[in-house]
């Protein structure tokens, strides 16, 4: 009885190492901030996405989706001034590529804010596979802002995607010196 206890106990342990071993993997936005502009990098691992977009995203059959998934991305992803007018969103490039040996689809973007808005404060509306999968994590940081020091290597986290919360509000001149 006790033999059959201790193994037990081993299974229990092994299985939850191995359940700690294989992490929910979660998407990130890194924002690069200039006067004019806002770069935007969307890591989105290829998993969820695929249950988002509802067909596989492989980077054998990539070429073919690409103009579909661009068209998702830019569904999910709506920068606001203030006053809720609408930054113009465009794709610059969009590859697979492998993040924490995992693949995710890299995705670069540009918002060019409205005619007379800046890019000071702006909120940005994100819901790239969280629409679908309401547990997903979405990390949204600055990696650089022409106005203000901030390390590349070092980004600073805004804040958190997840679950009802869909946007996050972006404020240049709340950022530390």
Do not use: C, W
């Not at 509306?125 to 547990?135: L, S």
Request: glycine share 2%; charged share 20%.
């Amino acid at each position: 009885m006790k033999q059959l206890f201790l193994l037990a106990i081993s299974l229990n342990i092994a299985l939850s190492i191995t359940a700690d071993a294989h992490s929910m993997y979660q998407s990130a936005v890194v924002l690069d901030l200039h006067a004019n502009a806002v770069d935007a990098e969307l890591q989105l691992p290829v998993d969820r996405l695929s249950i988002s977009f509802r067909q596989p995203v492989d980077a054998q059959y990539f070429p073919a989706e690409r103009n579909a998934l661009m068209s998702y991305v830019l569904a999910h992803v709506h920068p606001v001034t203030e006053d809720n007018r609408e930054f113009a969103v465009d794709i610059r490039s969009m590859e697979i590529k492998t993040i924490e040996n995992a693949p995710y689809l890299v995705t670069r973007l540009v918002f060019a804010p409205p005619k007379g808005a800046s890019t000071n404060r702006f909120t940005l509306n994100y819901d790239v596979i969280t629409h679908e999968i309401v547990t997903h994590v979405v990390l949204v940081s600055i990696r650089s802002d022409d106005s203000v020091r901030i390390q590349p290597a070092d980004p600073l986290l805004l804040g958190i995607i997840r679950g009802p919360r869909k946007s996050i509000s972006v404020d240049r001149t709340k950022l530390p010196l």
